[in-house]
């Protein structure tokens, strides 16, 4: 952290937007390259060469490049030919491509509460929604710190045909055990939205990790041909095969998409300090000002992909907002529990309760965290949230 913070030519400090990007590497030679070598479609060499990343990154037996997380979720929700019989489980308290995906193939929806340690699904409350009609189950690890993978396996014993799928939009280069996030379940999802710890704009990833899966996930993605085939000499023509839709992600964002991963270690250093510094600065006040921070749980390796905090209630959340913006911080908050919302209910396969979800909502504040945030920012970011979160704690 070695950039200093930004005044603006009246000598006002700037204030502190939630995320930036930034150019780390090669980003704007490769897109270049991209487009003077002409294929800007999707599979051309940069696509290559980012796949090949996060396949030695995560061990994936295929990597598929998406324009998105969402899309890279629907891909997998269209490989399981899901019917109005079946149900897939997904957290509560998850962004909603991860319940939509599957709703918009048809399946019902059985939304699983998450347990308070990761904010990961709360494994008994799966164990008491597993049935028959259960297809899949979708598993998020928060903010890039592993869901108690060890508890969903055990809840998932006694069901092996159920597909876990890992949405694993924050986890990249995280770990569990020592095993990469996104090498645990039959499938998984990365995303590279702009908010994310590599970028594209918009683009996302599906990791295969059963080699059988390949042949039909790679027709599939590729509008229901076997066009990859044909490029790959196997065919000599290729042909409309089964179900699909356009997947694949512009080589020219998998060029801008490259440069970010060969980035990597130096991005995850960045932002592993931004992370320990936020840490050292809030640590000491929490007990006594009543909040609470993340805690890595010590088999788990997180992906820094974001600092949260804990506040007592949603009314203090809310004035510590508040509060903050106008100080010039631009702290966020979510997710809004699926659950409860008019598209949760309505693809529900039947009403479930998700108190912690409920709770969690209301009480999670997320601080500004990109790469190049300062110290002297993270500082700044820290006192905003002290004075706040001491402001309300006064007796009125
Ligand atoms: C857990 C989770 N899944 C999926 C997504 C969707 O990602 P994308 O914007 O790449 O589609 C997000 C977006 O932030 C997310 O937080």
Request: charged share 20%; net charge negative.
């Amino acid at each position: 952290m070695d950039e200093t913070s930004r005044e603006n030519p009246a000598g006002a400090m700037e204030p502190i937007p939630f995320n930036r990007t930034a150019v780390v590497g090669r980003e704007l030679d490769y897109i270049q390259e991209s487009i003077e070598r002409g294929h800007t479609s999707s599979g051309g060499t940069f696509s290559a060469r980012a796949g090949q990343i996060l396949a030695e990154e995560t061990g994936a037996e295929e990597v598929l490049l998406t324009t998105s997380c969402t899309s890279a979720l629907e891909l997998s929700a269209l490989m399981l030919d899901l019917g109005p019989t079946d149900t897939v489980i997904v957290p509560s308290f998850t962004f909603t491509s991860s319940a939509l995906a599957f709703a918009r193939q048809g399946a019902r929806l059985l939304f699983c509460d998450i347990e308070p340690q990761t904010l990961g699904p709360d494994p008994e409350h799966l164990e008491s929604l597993l049935d028959e009609t259960v297809r899949a189950l979708v598993i998020v690890h928060y903010a890039g710190i592993a869901c108690d993978v060890d508890g969903i396996r055990k809840a998932l014993a006694r069901w092996p045909d159920v597909v876990l799928i890992e949405d694993n939009a924050h986890g990249l280069l995280g770990t569990w055990g020592g095993a990469p996030l996104g090498s645990l379940g039959r499938f998984a999802t990365l995303s590279f939205h702009e908010t994310k710890n590599f970028t594209c704009g918009e683009g996302g990833a599906l990791l295969l990790n059963e080699a059988s899966d390949i042949d039909r996930a790679r027709v599939l993605y590729d509008k229901g041909t076997n066009r990859q085939a044909f490029m790959l000499g196997q065919v000599d023509k290729y042909s409309w095969k089964d179900t699909g839709g356009s997947f694949g992600l512009s080589d020219t964002l998998a060029a801008y998409l490259t440069a970010q991963l060969e980035q990597r270690d130096h991005i995850q250093s960045r932002r592993r300090a931004v992370f320990e510094t936020y840490e050292r600065a809030l640590a000491p006040f929490a007990d006594d000002l009543g909040f609470q921070l993340a805690e890595i749980p010590p088999d788990r390796g997180s992906a820094y992909h974001m600092f949260y905090v804990l506040l007592r209630d949603r009314e203090t959340r809310n004035m510590v907002l508040q509060s903050m913006r106008a100080a010039g911080v631009n702290p966020t908050f979510h997710y809004v529990p699926l659950h409860s919302s008019l598209g949760g209910r309505r693809f529900a396969a039947r009403p479930t309760e998700c108190p912690v979800s409920e709770q969690i909502s209301g009480r999670l504040l997320r601080l500004p965290f990109f790469n190049d945030l300062s110290s002297e920012d993270v500082t700044r970011v820290a006192s905003a949230f002290l004075n706040a979160v001491s402001r309300g704690d006064m007796p009125s």
